[in-house]
C-alpha cells in the first residue's frame, strides 16, 4: 500500500506517540460522533488532541459528517501528528484517514441512537536520534454504536467503539530494544468516548475523551492508552430540520 493513496482523506487519528524514552506504536482515534436526526444536517469541526501531557508534538484532526436522507449518515475524519520525547530520542509523523457509513435514529425529540462502520489508511515513520528506526503502513476497521443528546445549546455523545488495527510492511531501520519492539500485525480495542459540545445550532465548542484498551490475546506495546481533545464544531442544517430549545 503506497503513502500517497492516504492523503485523499481529510486527515485522522491512528498515528504514534513518543513519550519517555520509548516509542509509541499507536494513539487511539477520535471517534466521529455526528448526533444526526434528519436529513440534510451535517457536521464538520477540527480539534487539537492532547495525546499524552508532558509529550512534545500535537495533533491536529479534522472530521465531517452528512445524512443526505433521513436515517443514512456519512463521514471522514483524520488526523495528522508530529512530535518526540523530552530528550529527542524519539521523534516522527503519522497520518491517517477513515470513511464511515451508518444508521441513526430519534426514540424522542432530543434522545437518538446511531451505529456507524468504517474503514481508514494511513502510515507512521519514527526516528532515534535523528536517523531512522521504524516504518509502517496502517490499515483499520471500526464499528461504532452510541448514543447521543441534542438541545440548541448543548450536545452529549457516547459510544462504543471496537477497532481492528492492522499494521502492513514494518519496518525496522536499525537494532530495536526488546521493549521497544512491535510484536505482531494485528490488534483489536475497545475503545468508549465521550463527547460533550456546548455553543449555538450554528456553532459548538466541543470536548472529546477517548480511552483505548487492547482486548486481543496479543502481547502488550508501547501505546497510549487516553487521548483528550478540545475544538469547534460547525453545524450544518441544525436550525432548521427541528426546533430543539
Known sequence: MKPDSIYFFVVIAVTFLISGCSP????PPQPNIPALANGGEGKFGTSFSLPQFGVGGMAFDAQMSYSPIKHLGLTADGMYFSGGDKTNDYSGK???GNVGLGYYGMACERWGADVYAGIGKG???MNQDSLKFFSSELMRYYIQP???YRTRRFDFGLVFRLSRLLYEDMK???QAD???MLYGEKFLFYEPSLYLALGGNLVK???QITPSFKIDNELEFNRQKLVLSFGIDFLIGRNRADKLK
Open 24 to 27: 509509541k506504536y499507536y494513539v
Open 94 to 96: 503519522g497520518i491517517v
Open 123 to 125: 502510515s507512521i515513520r
Open 146 to 148: 452510541g448514543v447521543f
Open 172 to 174: 525496522y531501520y536499525s
Open 178 to 180: 526488546n521493549d521497544d
Open 205 to 207: 465548542a466541543k470536548f
